[in-house]
């Protein structure tokens, strides 16, 4: 158990800048990518032949300055300097996650692990590039530089993986706890061999195990506030990997894979993040890309590939230190079996829809007390909203009008809390109204049923975008029979069939009577 410990403290050594953690203070930023980014384009102003790699070395070399006196310091802002200091250093003390910024888009995310994914993208495509110029030796030949094929990566062969480098690992605060032999193995590691995120994902796994965490992935958590965020509240004791990390690592292996496939333009670090966080895309209706990172990752892994690869990190661990399990002989074999779990139920977890949770939206208090479900249930109940009338196709825009129906339902109808238990935006999320467990008000007579979903708009002639219908269709519903809260052979209906109203509109209703669920009354 000792050295499993050491593990998950050589990863989070990775994460760690040297220096002291910055604390919210009144000359802070708000802790936000928006912030961010502007910091590091106000880098690159001064820095301007400074590449995407030698950027990251200055936001390094800020942070380390966070602990001098601020008149030995090079020309930065104050606030600019504790914002980099806060951004580099990931941590967490009881439950207030440290390092982890909110996005656009509604969703927290550690910046470590997407900085540190960047990074490795950058490194290998100056390597590839270096390889090409120099035409190589021939392949196969004596020196010949070993070639990645994508088949024996995570992703799928139309991508190539990018990893975290060990050598960055060590680099960091290495803990004395770590053996010698274990540092020797992790350093001479093939980086490409597994990503950062498979080596956290094996270790919270193998925690998970130990029964020395709650649950392998989570918690989520809230900001002490959404407009000026500078406190970050976990929902319950972190796992070996919490949502705003995984958030984190799956940007930058998306990045940082978008990065080395892209091997014509220069990276500017400001307009990478600005394009996959704040830009919409090509199309005018279309969501920023942040809302679709467990989409383009489930597009480019393999269960098969994953489970290797967290076997191969278990099995690294368990030859430097002779056991991990405490039970010697038997480690291999519980090893195969952490794996396959492993891979199992992290794509499971990455099928289900990423809800905006209620204090994100900034939800009024449910009035009195919520009736609790009997669950799984049997049923769903499709809605449209009517009003608001049009799609939200931001985070900001769909908080409003989450505020809006909830005071629409508390005040004018007197109803104790927002009806529907989830709420599909057309940005990429779910939003939480009352929930898995607290019966809804949705659809009268059937509310302990089953759950009431609502997409935001008025769909009599026109559908929701397809991301929207595919998030409540695909992922929902099979992320409720997945988590036990719907049975298997569950039934849908639209509102309509329900009671006397137009509702979810026509176009909608029409759509959702091709779904596999759907029945006539």
């Known amino acids: 158990m000792a050295s499993v410990v050491a593990a998950a403290a050589l990863l989070c050594s990775l994460l760690c800048c040297p220096g002291l953690r910055a604390e919210a203070s009144d000359a802070s930023h708000a802790f936000s990518m928006k912030n961010v980014i502007q910091v590091i384009e106000d880098l690159e102003v001064k820095h301007p032949g400074a590449s995407a790699r030698q950027l990251i070395d200055q936001l390094r070399k800020k942070a380390s300055e966070s602990s001098q006196e601020p008149g030995n310091r090079q020309s930065i802002k104050e606030a600019d300097v504790q914002l980099i200091s806060y951004i580099m250093t990931y941590d967490f003390k009881a439950q207030i996650e440290y390092g982890v910024v909110l996005a656009p888009d509604g969703t927290t995310v550690a910046f470590a692990p997407l900085l540190a994914g960047i990074e490795t993208g950058l490194k290998k495509r100056e390597e590839m590039t270096v390889s090409s110029q120099n035409k190589g030796p021939v392949p196969g030949g004596q020196g010949a530089e070993k070639i990645h094929h994508p088949e024996q990566l995570l992703s799928s062969p139309k991508e ?10 060590l680099s960091m605060k290495s803990p004395t706890s770590l053996s010698k032999r274990s540092q020797e193995l992790l350093v001479n590691a093939d980086p490409l061999d597994a990503s950062m ?71 500017k670090l400001s307009l990478l993040l600005k394009k996959y966080y704040i830009s919409p895309g090509a199309a005018a209706e279309s969501a920023i ?7 383009r990752f489930l597009a480019t892994s393999d ?39 492993a891979a199992e139920t992290f794509h499971q977890y990455l099928a ?4 905006i949770p209620r204090c994100m939206w900034e939800a ?97 002639s026109q559908l929701p975008p397809d991301h929207a219908l595919t998030l409540v269709k695909d992922n929902f519903l099979q992320c409720a029979v997945s988590g036990g809260y719907l049975i298997p052979g569950y039934t849908i209906h639209g509102h309509r069939q329900m009671g006397q109203t137009t509702c979810p509109g026509d176009a909608l209703f029409s759509k959702i009577q091709t779904w596999s669920g759907f029945k006539e009354v």
């Open 303 to 341: 269960i098969g590939r994953l489970e290797e690869q967290v076997k191969n990190v278990l099995l690294m661990y368990k030859e430097a230190e002779g056991q991990i399990l405490g039970r010697g002989p038997e480690d291999s074999h519980l090893i195969l079996s952490i794996a396959r779990k």
């Open 364 to 460: 009024k208090p449910y009035r009195g007390t919520p009736t609790l479900l009997n669950t799984p249930l049997a049923y769903v109940y499709i809605h449209h909203t009517y009003e608001p009338g049009q799609p939200c196709r931001t985070f900001g825009e769909c908080a409003a009008d989450m505020r809006s129906m909830q005071r629409f339902h508390q005040e004018d109808r007197g109803w104790d809390d927002i009806g529907y238990n989830f709420v599909a935006g057309a940005d990429g999320y779910l939003y939480e109204g009352r929930g898995w467990t607290w019966q809804g008000a949705h659809t009268k007579g059937y509310n302990s049923k089953g759950y009431g979903v609502s997409f935001i708009g008025d769909y009599t």
């Open 352 to 355: 289900c829809p990423a809800i």
């Open 197 to 267: 995120l498979t080596h956290v994902l094996a270790i919270a796994y193998l925690q998970f195990h130990l029964h020395e965490s709650n649950a392998p992935i989570g918690p989520d958590g809230c900001w002490d506030s959404v407009s000026q965020p500078q406190i970050f509240t976990l929902a319950g004791p972190p796992s070996g990997l919490t949502n705003s990390f995984l958030n984190g690592a799956l940007d930058g292996f998306i990045l940082g894979n978008d990065i080395v496939q892209d091997k014509a333009s220069a990276v």
């Open 160 to 169: 190539v993986e990018v990893a975290v480098g060990t050598e960055e690992v």
């Open 289 to 295: 890309e942040s809302s679709f990172r467990r989409q």
